[in-house]
């Protein structure tokens, strides 16, 4: 892939090249066998339901995937792409999802790889975690959609997907909503250490770049994932039945792979996939974002995110930021939703 060949893509439905036998860079992993599309087990082994007042649960073969997403609102209103992180699901978005329709957006909300009902399409394509691939995974959707153009929103690995897509693709993208604003990560940068304290709160991921730590997540990942949204969103009291509606997202036959692989790229432990090169040498560049962008941040946000005055020079086009009040934590889009969803109707009026 070349870099003047990214914004351009063919919108055909349910397109998906064929996986060639090449060896693997390190760090990646395939599949012994390609999983079955359809309702993938939850965490009590009940099949992987929305309620109604949310959207409707579908798939659409796209890219490397059989992605699974929930649609909301009329189908000729103007695309919303919202995009969720770790360790949360397309739940995040629950409550968001409604208003937006309500005011005549059509919400596209999808499961990432290794979440949900999301599958590879084949056994053969490795389980890459990184940011370029899942970048793609979200153009991917919209050409298989025949979406040209979405606002785009995220928060977690969300948000970094959603500031990718504005600052590669901002042709495909009508405007932007990011949690913690500016997210784009650099490997080069990466490799340089941190004060201690800022270290500490990065503990997963240095646990994650151990076998020890890929074992554990695999045996304990409703705990890990239950202690990462206490620590990340220490004042939201979040009860059980919403705990376990997002945690059966986690049983993806992929989730362990994904995640750890994601971290693991991050630090540069593991080895990406060539086809990403391009992106990933743009997005290392640390773009600029032009398109219009309102960025927020909450008042009780435990996990590690950069100061609004840290990333305001990389918006160049109308830009607002968003601080909000009351104990709310990381998990923003779920936490305080009619804030996140004001911020959607408002950013397409800049």
Sequence with gaps: MTEASLPRRRFLIGAASAATAVALPTGLSRAATAAPAGDAPGASG???????????????????????????????GPPVLLLHGWPYDV??????????????????????????????LSAGTPRNGQQGALASDAIALLDALRIPKALVAGCDWGARTA????ALWPERCEALVSVSGYLLVSRQVNQQPLPPAAELQWWYQYYFATERGRLGYQQHREAFARLIWQLASPQWRFDDATFARSAA??????????????YRWRLGLAEG????DAIEARIGAAPVIGIPTITLEGDANGAPH????AYRPKFSGRYEHR???????????????????????DVRRF
Excluded at 273 to 276: D, G
Excluded at 337 to 344: C, E, L, T, V, Y
Aim: aromatic letters at 8%.
């Design 306 to 309: 950069p100061s609004p005055a």
């Design 273 to 276: 996939e060539p086809r990403f």
């Design 46 to 76: 009940s099949p992987i339901a929305v309620s109604p007042a949310f959207g409707v649960l579908k798939e659409i073969d796209a890219g490397d995937l059989r992605v699974g997403y929930v649609e909301a609102g009329p189908a000729d």
């Design 249 to 262: 997202a986690f049983s993806n036959p992929d989730h362990v792979d994904i995640v750890v692989h994601n």
């Design 323 to 345: 601080d909000l009040r009351g104990g709310i934590g990381h998990n923003l889009p779920q936490e305080a939703p009619k804030a996140f969803a004001q911020a959607i109707l």
């Design 91 to 120: 739940h995040t978005y629950e409550a968001v999802a409604p208003l937006l329709a309500a005011a005549g957006h059509r919400v596209i909300v999808p499961y990432a790889r290794g979440y949900g009902t999301t599958r590879f």
């Design 163 to 166: 500031g990718i897509l504005a």
